[in-house]
């Protein structure tokens, strides 16, 4: 089960932190990965790290986000900085043993979703 936490409306050029809390299964064993969605849009990627550590980034994001885990504590983090209006979406985090990309269709295993709005 995955708990997403730690959205809000922010402005543009602000910081905000995600937080994605894991329980159930080995959560050093899981790849995780954040995606959003905005409003008639498909969901996409924007981030994810391998169960080693590596970190893959959506290119839009890149230099601006930073994932994280904590495997003490079963948790996942996005850092977002430089926050910009089109990054308001809701975020989503989502975990899985096997696959590693940024297809959403890979993961088997979705929070609920965090609303980001970023203010102009």
């Known amino acids: 089960q995955l708990q997403a936490s730690g959205g809000g409306l922010v402005q543009a050029g602000g910081p905000l932190r995600l937080s994605c809390a894991a329980s159930?299964?080995?959560?050093?064993?899981?790849?995780m990965g954040w995606f959003r969605q905005a409003p008639g849009k498909e969901r996409e990627f924007v981030a994810a790290?391998?169960?080693?550590?590596?970190?893959y980034y959506a290119y839009s994001v890149k230099g601006r986000f930073t994932i994280s885990r904590d495997n003490a504590k079963n948790t996942v983090y996005l850092q977002m900085n430089s926050l910009k209006p089109e990054d308001t979406a809701v975020y989503y985090c989502?975990?899985?043993?096997?696959?590693?990309?940024?297809?959403?269709?890979?993961?088997?295993?979705w929070g609920q979703g965090t609303q980001v709005t970023v203010s102009s």
């Open positions: 989502a975990a899985d043993t096997d696959f590693y990309g940024s297809r959403p269709g890979g993961y088997d295993y």
């Open positions: 790290i391998w169960s080693g550590g590596s970190e």
């Open positions: 159930g299964g080995t959560f050093s064993n899981y790849n």
